[in-house]
């Protein structure tokens, strides 16, 4: 009874150790996130840093909520991130073209593997990759900065 117990908890442990074997872990963007000398008053990081790529969104979503509550406009400087806190102003640099623009994060996203921002067109265009449709971008909190401190202006279109 006891040698029979043992072979089956043998047999699940390899069973276990091969599917181990079987995944690999998803490759994660570079990120890199400073410790502050001491918490900004806000709660809000003081800067963050991140490297990955890009995507925008445009048309399409025009008019949809957003995880703000204000509705997506597509010529607003807006973008979506995944953890920054919603109202958190961005300086995103493209890496591939030298291109930046300051964007406020007003959704959650992306939904896609391997990105790390989804862009509002108007942003798109700033950085110049609306053909390319993605972009190799760098992210920068503003210094200072934080949520509903800058506008999602579309001014200057």
């Known amino acids: 009874m006891i040698g029979t117990a043992i072979r089956i908890g ?3 442990m390899g069973v276990m150790i091969c ?3 079987c995944t690999r872990p998803e490759a994660s963007p570079v990120a890199t996130w400073p ?3 001491a918490p900004a008053a806000s709660g809000c990081p003081t800067q963050m840093i991140q490297e990955g790529k890009a995507s925008w969104y445009g048309a399409g979503h025009q008019g949809q909520k957003t995880a703000s509550g204000e509705r997506f406009d597509s010529q607003a400087r807006t973008a979506a991130h995944r953890t920054l806190p919603l109202g958190t102003p961005i300086e995103v640099t493209n890496l ?3 291109r930046k623009t300051t964007l406020v994060v007003n959704d959650r996203g ?3 593997k391997g990105r790390v921002l ?3 067109q108007k942003g798109a265009q700033d950085l ?3 053909s390319d449709g993605t972009a190799a971008v760098r992210i920068e909190t503003v210094r200072g900065g934080c949520a509903g401190q800058v506008q999602a202006s579309t001014a200057g279109n």
């Open 10 to 12: 043998l047999v699940f």
């Open 19 to 21: 599917m181990s074997g």
């Open 35 to 37: 410790v502050p000398a």
């Open 96 to 98: 591939e073209n030298g």
């Open 110 to 112: 992306p939904h896609k």
């Open 118 to 120: 989804d862009i509002s």
């Open 128 to 130: 110049g990759f609306v």
